[in-house]
Nanobody
Framework: QVQLVESGGGLVQSGDSLRVSCAAS????????VGWFRQAPGKEREFVCA????????YYGDSVKGRFTLSRDNAKNSVILQMNNLKPEETGVYHC???????????????????WGRGTQVTVSS
């Protein structure tokens, strides 16, 4: 049973950068595809980005392309999401998730994931 724990959230101003991490236990994260989703109050969970377990493909939501970067730290059994030029509308709880499959269509929607972290709050003030 893979357990995921996010960290690194906080309160930042519009235009600032923030790095959030997702650490795994109970399994080797590099053997899973990993995704990040965010959820604002009263809204559905929104796809942010994902990386296949093969390491060959990384996918980003249209709104974050060019500003967010997803990477793996296999030595720490974790993934890192670097977020630059944050916007107030990106405020929400950021969840990481792990999935066995690959492919953008599969990884861009929550049902593909079997393991979820509880999330870390990111608040971007204007």
């Amino acid at each position: 049973q893979v357990q995921l724990v996010e960290s690194g959230g906080g309160l930042v101003q519009s235009g600032d950068s923030l790095r959030v991490s997702c650490a795994a236990s109970g399994g080797t994260l590099s053997t899973y595809s990993v995704g990040w989703f965010r959820q604002a109050p009263g809204k559905e969970r929104e796809f942010v980005c994902a990386m296949s377990w093969s390491g060959g493909s990384t996918y980003y939501g249209d709104s974050v392309k060019g500003r967010f970067t997803l990477s793996r730290d296999n030595a720490k059994n974790s993934v890192i999401l670097q977020m630059n030029n944050l916007k107030p509308e990106e405020t929400g709880v950021y969840h990481c998730a792990a999935a066995p499959g690959i492919g953008r269509d599969y990884l861009a929607t929550p049902p593909g994931y079997g393991y979820w972290g509880r999330g870390t709050q990111v608040t971007v003030s204007s």
